[in-house]
């Protein structure tokens, strides 16, 4: 079954939400020119709230590797998600402590899909150029490039997500401008709807 990240949590009560709702991974955008900007803190309390169950994952864009370390042990992430044309070594030395999803954007795959086959720890994850921008991928034009167990981003939502699972196949999918009320805000009914549309592809 398709995995399922909502990203972008803000508030507490979106993570517990999230969570009940089925969500396997929330994410907590620590990259400042977000919209969705969360503190450390509420992150850490974010995942105390909701439990074993979801992962907690780190979203950081073009950000000094010891911002990055710092901030996701100040967060008690589970996992970082790494965003920008960041070296090969950075994203080796953030798998040193946490799983990665590392983002590619379709025109990088050709170059940095295989330098991340089979490592261990570090799975790829296909976004649109502007990250949390609300804009789909061409999944038809992607099939044949798109990494095995690799996840899918980029404009996902409770309308499109299973005709993207039938294209491609991810081993997960994520999502934010779609179910939110407002920048840093979920719509509880798009975060159900997209949970159940994902988890029934
Ligand atoms: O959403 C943001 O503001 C953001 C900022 C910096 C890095 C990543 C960000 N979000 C990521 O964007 C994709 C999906 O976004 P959308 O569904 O197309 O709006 C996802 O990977 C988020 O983690």
Same mark, same amino acid.
């Given at each position: 079954?398709?995995?399922?990240?909502?990203?972008?949590?803000?508030?507490?009560?979106?993570?517990?939400?999230?969570?009940?709702?089925?969500?396997?991974?929330?994410?907590?955008?620590?990259?400042?020119?977000?919209?969705?900007?969360?503190?450390?803190?509420?992150?850490?309390?974010?995942?105390?709230?909701?439990?074993?169950?979801?992962?907690?994952?780190?979203?950081?864009?073009?950000?000094?590797?010891?911002?990055?370390?710092?901030? /996701? +042990? *100040?967060? &008690?992430?589970?996992?970082?998600?790494?965003?920008?044309? =960041? $070296?090969? !070594?950075?994203? #080796? @030395?953030?798998?040193?402590?946490?799983?990665?999803?590392?983002?590619?954007?379709?025109?990088?795959?050709?170059?940095?899909?295989?330098?991340?086959?089979?490592?261990?720890?570090?799975?790829?994850?296909?976004?649109?150029?502007?990250?949390?921008?609300?804009?789909?991928?061409?999944?038809?034009?992607?099939?044949?490039?798109?990494?095995?167990?690799?996840?899918?981003?980029?404009?996902?939502?409770?309308?499109?997500? /299973? +005709? *993207?699972? &039938?294209?491609?196949?991810?081993?997960?999918?994520?999502? =934010? $401008?779609? !179910?939110?009320? #407002? @920048?840093?805000?979920?719509?509880?009914?798009?975060?159900?709807?997209?949970?159940?549309?994902?988890?029934?592809?």
């Amino acid at each position: 079954m398709t995995r399922v990240k909502v990203c972008g949590i803000t508030i507490v009560n979106d993570a517990v939400l999230s969570a009940e709702a089925g969500a396997d991974a929330l994410g907590f955008i620590f990259a400042p020119v977000s919209r969705r900007l969360v503190s450390p803190a509420v992150a850490r309390q974010a995942g105390l709230s909701v439990g074993p169950g979801p992962a907690r994952v780190g979203v950081f864009m073009n950000q000094a590797l010891d911002e990055v370390l710092r901030t /996701a +042990e *100040a967060a &008690r992430v589970s996992a970082v998600q790494v965003h920008g044309p =960041v $070296s090969s !070594l950075y994203v #080796q @030395a953030i798998s040193g402590y946490y799983p990665v999803l590392r983002v590619l954007r379709p025109a990088d795959l050709a170059a940095e899909a295989d330098v991340w086959t089979d490592v261990p720890g570090v799975t790829l994850m296909l976004d649109a150029p502007e990250p949390g921008g609300g804009i789909p991928l061409d999944w038809a034009a992607l099939k044949a490039a798109f990494p095995r167990g690799a996840w899918l981003a980029g404009g996902l939502g409770p309308a499109n997500v /299973a +005709e *993207a699972i &039938r294209h491609l196949r991810p081993a997960g999918v994520d999502a =934010v $401008s779609r !179910l939110e009320a #407002q @920048a840093g805000v979920k719509e509880p009914a798009a975060v159900q709807a997209f949970i159940r549309a994902a988890k029934t592809a």
